[in-house]
T-cell receptor
Framework: DTGVSQDPRHKITKRGQNVTFRCDPISEHNRLYWYRQTLGQGPEFLTYFQNEAQLEKSRLLSDRFSAERPKGSFSTLEIQRTEQGDSAMYLC?????????????FGEGSRLTVL | SQQGEEDPQALSIQEGENATMNCSYKTSINNLQWYRQNSGRGLVHLILIRSNEREKHSGRLRVTLDTSKKSSSLLITASRAADTASYFCATEAWGNEKLTFGTGTRLTIIP
């Protein structure tokens, strides 16, 4: 069990640029979640996948945000035309569905700073 | 949006003392979970309590759940410096497959 892996851990970009984050879940987990966390706040749900299907998207996820999970393995979260308000920690988590008790396993996060 | 609110927002205690954090939430839930987050790191699951349970223990952790008051508490006994972290409650609503997190309690253990 190698845990949930996120890349990059830190990203500094200029406003207007596009950024992409990658998440590799625990291999036998078929649920994958993206959360966003700003300083001093709890994680806010963005979207989640079961296998390759994106099952729910938050209203927080504007049309500048897109997430994919091709082949139900790793996932990417892309932010186009970044704004300073996008600066946050982007957290990925995975879980099982069968026999699950609802526990999420989180990665270390990708911290985005938009200048 | 945040489902729950933790109280207090920040708590400082001496090492060895007990720490109690409270969580209130708004909707009916399937289960409630507590997570810990060290500064700048990801979240780590601590304990899960189902809606039909009232109390659960895991090591130095004790969680209670009162569904009539829509509230939960997390007790950490015999605190250690390594317990310094932010603690979040998270709820899973019936028929909803995602966790909704509260605002967190920042716990500082003074050696």
């Amino acid at each position: 069990d190698t845990g949930v892996s996120q890349d990059p851990r830190h990203k500094i970009t200029k406003r207007g640029q596009n950024v992409t984050f990658r998440c590799d879940p625990i291999s036998e987990h078929n649920r994958l979640y993206w959360y966003r966390q700003t300083l001093g706040q709890g994680p806010e749900f963005l979207t989640y996948f079961q296998n390759e299907a994106q099952l729910e998207k938050s209203r927080l996820l504007s049309d500048r945000f897109s997430a994919e999970r091709p082949k139900g393995s790793f996932s990417t979260l892309e932010i186009q035309r970044t704004e300073q308000g996008d600066s946050a920690m982007y957290l990925c988590a995975s879980s099982r569905t069968s026999g699950r008790n609802g526990e999420l396993f989180f990665g270390e996060g990708s911290r985005l700073t938009v200048l | 949006s945040q489902q729950g609110e933790e109280d207090p927002q920040a708590l400082s205690i001496q090492e060895g003392e007990n720490a109690t954090m409270n969580c209130s939430y708004k909707t009916s839930i399937n289960n409630l979970q507590w997570y810990r987050q060290n500064s700048g790191r990801g979240l780590v699951h601590l304990i899960l309590i189902r809606s039909n349970e009232r109390e659960k223990h895991s090591g130095r952790l004790r969680v209670t759940l009162d569904t009539s008051k829509k509230s939960s508490s997390l007790l950490i006994t015999a605190s250690r410096a390594a317990d310094t972290a932010s603690y979040f409650c998270a709820t899973e609503a019936w028929g909803n497959e995602k966790l909704t997190f509260g605002t967190g309690t920042r716990l500082t253990i003074i050696p």
